[in-house]
């Protein structure tokens, strides 16, 4: 009886928000509509918020190939190219974007799902065929990680950098983090990046700039009911800029009015929004981007 009382208050909830018209994005129900907005937030984002003050200064791995500054290999300055990039791209319609995955109830794992599909993309992009890698690699085998309870999509590339990725149909998602990493399965792997970068913080037209060039992982608060219920539109919170989820951005655009935006694709299943993805507001007057978006962006490069 109270779950059907949560689903029922959250249904009444999305009609009346609807009704009133003023957010500019419509809410629906999912799969998820069953579950309180703190059940929600435990379930499918971090354990804990965090705000990314790490500072700007280029990071080094050490690859196979050795010593490897993680500074930008075709990253670019978007105070300087700002008027040149497209007005809008959208890499799903050019075919280098996988379907939205679903990380069921491992709730930190966007940040692997995140890293994994700008890699996936990345390496799309360049060798002109898809490729759908292992989130559940990233998961068991990556040092730095705490698997469920969240993680920094740079510790995934420092992985991927190191020994490559294996195919999700070699490693496949469990929705669980493993008491170890199988490296039978993870010595199979099918894709491998030289190393990453981050896209200057706080700068949108940068972003703008490296998302034209390829998708870029970025961490977002995704807190609240608004987020839980999203269905279309372009959201706009209300959210702060202490991130607890990650996502893909995969694109940019304007609409008809004049409304910039962001899409991103999540890892919450393609039931959620629009068929896993979302638009979200892009130059909102906010120094972190709305929900932090502009705090931390990082992407792969080969």
């Given at each position: 009886?109270?779950?059907?009382?949560?689903?029922?208050?959250?249904?009444?909830?999305?009609?009346?928000?609807?009704?009133d018209?003023?957010?500019?994005?419509?809410?629906?129900?999912?799969?998820?509509?069953?579950?309180?907005?703190?059940?929600?937030?435990?379930?499918?984002?971090?354990a804990?918020?965090?705000?990314h003050v790490e500072?700007?200064?280029?990071?080094?791995?050490?690859?196979?190939?050795?010593?490897?500054?993680?500074?930008?290999?075709?990253?670019v300055?978007?105070?300087t190219?700002?008027?040149?990039?497209?007005?809008s791209?959208?890499?799903?319609?050019?075919?280098?974007v996988?379907?939205?995955?679903?990380?069921?109830?491992?709730g930190?794992?966007?940040?692997?799902?995140?890293?994994?599909a700008?890699?996936?993309?990345?390496?799309s992009?360049k060798?002109?065929?898809?490729?759908?890698?292992?989130?559940?690699?990233i998961?068991?085998?990556?040092?730095?990680?705490?698997?469920?309870?969240?993680?920094?999509?740079?510790?995934?590339?420092?992985?991927i950098?190191?020994?490559?990725?294996?195919n999700e149909?070699?490693?496949?998602?469990?929705?669980a983090?493993?008491?170890?990493?199988?490296?039978?399965?993870?010595?199979?792997?099918v894709?491998?990046?030289?190393g990453?970068?981050?896209?200057?913080?706080?700068?949108?037209?940068?972003?703008?700039?490296?998302v034209?060039?390829?998708?870029?992982?970025?961490?977002?608060d995704?807190?609240?009911?608004?987020?839980?219920?999203?269905?279309?539109?372009?959201?706009?919170?209300?959210?702060?800029?202490?991130?607890?989820?990650?996502?893909?951005?995969?694109g940019?655009?304007?609409?008809?009015?004049?409304?910039?935006?962001?899409?991103?694709?999540n890892s919450?299943?393609?039931?959620?929004?629009?068929k896993g993805?979302?638009l979200?507001?892009?130059?909102?007057d906010?120094?972190?981007?709305?929900?932090?978006?502009?705090?931390?962006?990082?992407y792969p490069?080969?």
């Amino acid at each position: 009886m109270r779950r059907f009382a949560v689903y029922k208050r959250n249904v009444e909830y999305i009609e009346a928000t609807n009704r009133d018209g003023r957010l500019g994005y419509e809410l629906g129900e999912n799969e998820f509509t069953d579950l309180t907005a703190e059940e929600f937030a435990a379930r499918y984002t971090e354990a804990a918020a965090h705000d990314h003050v790490e500072d700007n200064n280029a990071m080094v791995i050490t690859t196979r190939a050795g010593d490897v500054h993680m500074m930008a290999a075709n990253g670019v300055d978007g105070s300087t190219v700002a008027d040149a990039v497209p007005r809008s791209v959208d890499w799903r319609t050019k075919g280098v974007v996988t379907p939205a995955k679903n990380q069921m109830g491992c709730g930190g794992a966007g940040w692997a799902f995140a890293a994994v599909a700008t890699v996936e993309s990345l390496w799309s992009i360049k060798q002109g065929t898809t490729f759908t890698l292992s989130e559940q690699e990233i998961l068991d085998c990556v040092p730095q990680s705490r698997g469920c309870e969240g993680g920094d999509p740079a510790a995934a590339f420092e992985w991927i950098s190191h020994g490559a990725i294996a195919n999700e149909s070699t490693y496949p998602y469990k929705g669980a983090k493993s008491d170890h990493c199988d490296t039978e399965k993870a010595d199979h792997p099918v894709a491998v990046i030289t190393g990453f970068d981050n896209v200057p913080r706080r700068d949108e037209a940068a972003l703008a700039a490296q998302v034209a060039l390829q998708p870029v992982a970025v961490a977002i608060d995704a807190r609240g009911e608004n987020m839980q219920h999203y269905k279309s539109g372009v959201y706009t919170g209300p959210c702060s800029w202490k991130a607890n989820h990650h996502v893909a951005l995969v694109g940019y655009g304007e609409t008809q009015d004049g409304v910039k935006y962001w899409i991103a694709m999540n890892s919450w299943g393609q039931t959620w929004g629009d068929k896993g993805f979302f638009l979200m507001r892009r130059g909102a007057d906010y120094i972190h981007g709305l929900c932090g978006v502009d705090v931390n962006p990082l992407y792969p490069f080969v």
